[in-house]
Nanobody
Framework: EVQLVESGGGLVQPGGSLTLSCEAS????????MAWVRQAPGQGVEWISR?????????HYADSVKGRFTISRDNARNTTYLQLNNLKTEDTAIYYC???????????????????WGQGTQVTVSS
């Protein structure tokens, strides 16, 4: 059974930092592209970052987080990370990780990812 468990969220002041983790199980982690998505209160889902399978040589960021967030992966630990720096109040959201639908495929479309995410981790940016 595929499981994704996000952690690392919390309350932080504007300009602060957090590191989110997504621990995966139930599949061969290193062979799948992983992504992070977020949903702010009353808003739709925003796909904010993705990292390719294997070494993670290909990464992508939404314009809203580019230069502030960094995605990475540790295949030995079956974990993907999202480093959040210079946080803004508009970054407040529940953050989820998503698994690619097929192994060895790097894709940008949301339809390329499993629709079942983890429980998410809340990030609140407030002074």
């Amino acid at each position: 059974e595929v499981q994704l468990v996000e952690s690392g969220g919390g309350l932080v002041q504007p300009g602060g930092s957090l590191t989110l983790s997504c621990e995966a199980s139930g599949f061969t982690f290193g062979t799948y592209t992983m992504a992070w998505v977020r949903q702010a209160p009353g808003q739709g889902v925003e796909w904010i970052s993705r990292i390719s399978h294997g070494s993670g040589a290909i990464v992508h960021y939404a314009d809203s987080v580019k230069g502030r967030f960094t995605i990475s992966r540790d295949n030995a630990r079956n974990t993907t990370y999202l480093q959040l720096n210079n946080l803004k109040t508009e970054d407040t959201a529940i953050y989820y990780c998503a698994k690619g639908r097929d192994p060895y495929v790097y894709c940008s479309r949301p339809s390329c990812y499993d629709p079942n995410w983890g429980q998410g981790t809340q990030v609140t940016v407030s002074s």
